[in-house]
């Protein structure tokens, strides 16, 4: 059985860092493109950043390019997202998700994706 679990969240000032993390298990993620999206108050889920497992590739929001860096710890299972100057607006709730077989421009643009954690919560004070 897949199972995402994030972690990491929580409160931080503006200018701030957290660093969040996604524990893979239930199965191999070599051939997995992996990817962080997040939801504030509305029902919009929205993409941040995406990595493909095996060579790395990886993506991310205007909005978080320079700031974000998504990263794959192979030893460990996890994917990470190390958030560094954080902003008011990028307070949502984190969560990571898993598809196998895209690339990150791909799941960049889709909707619907195989596999998601519970999210994890961050919150960023001005």
């Known amino acids: 059985q897949v199972q995402l679990v994030e972690s990491g969240g929580g409160l931080v000032q503006a200018g701030g860092s957290l660093r969040l993390s996604c524990a893979v298990s239930?199965?191999?993620?070599?051939?997995?493109?992996m990817g962080w999206f997040r939801q504030a108050p509305g029902p919009e889920r929205r993409f941040v950043a995406a990595?493909?497992?095996?060579?790395?590739?990886?993506i991310y929001a205007d909005s978080v390019k320079g700031r974000f860096t998504i990263s794959i710890d192979d030893r460990k299972n996890t994917v990470d997202l190390q958030m560094n100057s954080l902003k008011p607006e990028d307070t949502a709730v984190y969560y990571c998700?898993?598809?196998?077989?895209?690339?990150?421009?791909?799941?960049?643009?889709?909707?619907?994706?195989?596999?998601w954690g519970q999210g994890t919560q961050v919150t960023v004070s001005s």
């Open positions: 990595i493909n497992w095996r060579g790395g590739d990886t």
């Open positions: 998700a898993a598809d196998p077989g895209l690339t990150p421009a791909i799941m960049a643009r889709i909707k619907r994706h195989n596999y």
């Open positions: 239930g199965r191999t993620f070599s051939n997995y493109t």
